[in-house]
């Protein structure tokens, strides 16, 4: 995959960016449905600003009773019409069967419809530092897998083939959350010198790996049939 850019944006902000962009040309002939895939309490139904938009909420374990119970490990439930867009922010690494939630998501989506998936970022400077320094990942730890239920650790070459097993073609791919500052309002206390070498070391990772920038990572992809 070609990285597009390091986006400064968050997880939220990036998505609802990319469903007005991708949403823009099907509005002009049709009102688009979009399933929000893990949307836990709804928090990016308030970042999207069309009201052209039928937004549906989806989850295990709905935190907003709007929402609906749905185990992606097992096929649509419901005779909803299929989605134009379906987003996943952050849920592919909670996955135990990733191959089987894909081949149900792609079977749920409209033909040329686009996936919007988001997930933490293993190629992350500090990823790589933390891997040096207790032998793992960021956000990959034990405490991820019991607290968090991170049982899928989600390089962008296995997300590749896992869409492109499932019948997607990947048209971007960008890191989020930006890239690390050295100096913000959060360098401060008797800990300065420790946490500015820890930065300079992050940016010296960063300027020779793009891909190292940002906590998450962001894919776009579209249904291919």
């Known amino acids: 995959m070609h990285l597009k850019e390091n986006s400064p944006l968050n997880r ?3 998505a609802a960016k990319k469903i007005n962009e991708i949403t823009g040309d099907y509005l002009k002939t049709k009102n688009i449905t979009l399933f929000d895939i893990g949307s836990r309490d709804n ?4 970042y999207i600003s069309s009201t052209e938009i039928c937004y549906k909420a989806f989850d295990l374990e709905p935190l907003d009773e709007s929402a609906e119970v749905w185990d992606i490990e097992q096929p649509f439930p419901y005779k909803h019409p299929h ?4 987003t996943m922010l952050e849920i592919v690494e909670h996955l135990k069967n990733p191959w089987i939630c894909m081949k149900n ?5 409209a033909p040329d419809g686009y996936l919007i998936l988001t997930t933490p970022n293993p190629a ?43 019948g997607f073609e990947i048209t971007e791919f960008s890191t989020l959350d930006g890239k690390t500052n050295i100096f913000d309002e959060n360098l401060k206390g008797f800990s300065i010198p420790i946490k500015l070498a820890f930065r300079l070391i992050k940016k010296t990772i960063e300027s020779r790996d793009a891909a190292s920038c940002g906590m998450s990572y962001g894919i776009i992809a ?3 049939g």
Request: glycine content about 4%; some cysteine; proline content about 5%.
């Open 12 to 14: 939220y902000q990036w």
């Open 43 to 46: 928090i990016l139904k308030k």
């Open 83 to 86: 989605p134009q867009v379906i």
């Open 105 to 109: 998501i792609f079977e749920t989506i």
């Open 124 to 166: 992350w400077s500090n990823s790589r530092i933390d891997l040096l320094k207790t032998g793992y990942l960021s956000c990959f730890g034990k405490t991820d897998l019991e607290l968090n239920h991170h049982v899928f650790t989600p390089w962008p070459h296995i997300i590749e083939r896992l869409l492109t097993d499932s």
């Open 222 to 224: 579209k249904r291919i």
